[in-house]
């Protein structure tokens, strides 16, 4: 069964654990030591870094989970470079946590105890970016519509979904990350034709890929992204309508939209947001 649960909690588990399998764009902090300190007390850890990061063209990422794998296998760890690796997973002796993020201790984290609902989450781009454009399909005028993705572009089920409602006159929001928005024209393009069909579009700093619709809420790691050829990668994203995801997920989407600004069409420029409640 899907919980809400936190990094500090799979920090706990990671302490206590005898078999560790952890997938992750790359690792840093607390996470990162709690696997060396595992791997050296003698559990079996296995961890799997992206090797070619995407937009790195210094190649400073890719050197960075270099260095990360090799201190990894020094604490005793077997640890590797793949690709392409996107989704955000850790399995903890029965237990599987799911981040959208990087594994900050911030970031909003899902815990599935049950090793059999596992299967039935989906684990790569399309499936889970399908689960996410379902939420909107069935979405309807008054749910408060709201996608958040660290990157955004069209060619995928979640902007069809989108522009649908938009087009209906169901006023969903849109919040995207202003650092891969910036002079991306392709991103740009797409979320000017989401504005003109009724999407109200905004900017903001984070990079978490999170959406919901009335009393339901979809979390992942997959960004509304092309999702064919090797941009199908391994990821992962779930609806549910567990009360406490759901309600973490309002939260941190009406903060984010807050705080956010206003994308502005036809220009590279961006304003000072309104209200959670604002249309346009």
Request: aromatic share 4%.
């Amino acid at each position: 069964m899907l919980n809400l649960s936190s990094t500090g909690q799979m920090l706990a588990a990671i302490s206590q654990a005898r078999e560790i399998d952890a997938e992750a764009y790359t690792l840093h902090g607390p996470v990162l030591r709690a696997l060396e300190q595992a791997a050296r007390d003698g559990a079996h850890v296995v961890v799997r870094l992206e090797g070619r990061p995407y937009g790195d063209p210094a190649g400073n990422l890719a050197r960075e989970n270099r260095r990360l794998v090799d201190e990894l296998r020094k604490a005793g760890a077997d640890a590797q470079l793949g690709h392409p690796l996107h989704a955000k997973a850790v399995a903890v002796d029965s237990t599987l946590y799911l981040d959208d993020k990087n594994w900050g201790m911030r970031d909003l984290v899902l815990r599935d105890d049950d090793p059999a609902d596992v299967v039935s989450i989906p684990s790569i781009k399309h499936a889970a970016l399908a689960a996410e454009a379902q939420l909107l399909r069935s979405a309807r005028a008054g749910d408060g519509i709201v996608v958040e993705s660290e990157s955004f572009g069209c060619c995928n089920p979640v902007y069809s979904a989108l522009d649908a409602l938009g087009r209906a006159g169901a006023a969903p929001h849109l919040l995207v990350c202003a650092n891969e928005l910036r002079a991306n024209d392709r991103e740009r393009k797409a979320l000017e034709r989401l504005a003109r069909d009724g999407v109200h579009v905004r900017v903001c700093s984070d990079s978490e890929k999170l959406a919901m619709a009335g009393d339901r809420a979809w979390c992942g790691s997959a960004n509304a992204t092309v999702a064919f050829g090797e941009s199908d990668m391994p990821d992962w994203g779930v609806c549910t309508g567990n009360d406490a995801i759901v309600s973490a997920v309002r939260a941190r989407l009406e903060a984010q939209w807050a705080g956010a600004k206003e994308f502005r069409r036809e220009s590279a420029e961006i304003t000072a947001a309104g209200s959670w409640n604002s249309s346009g």
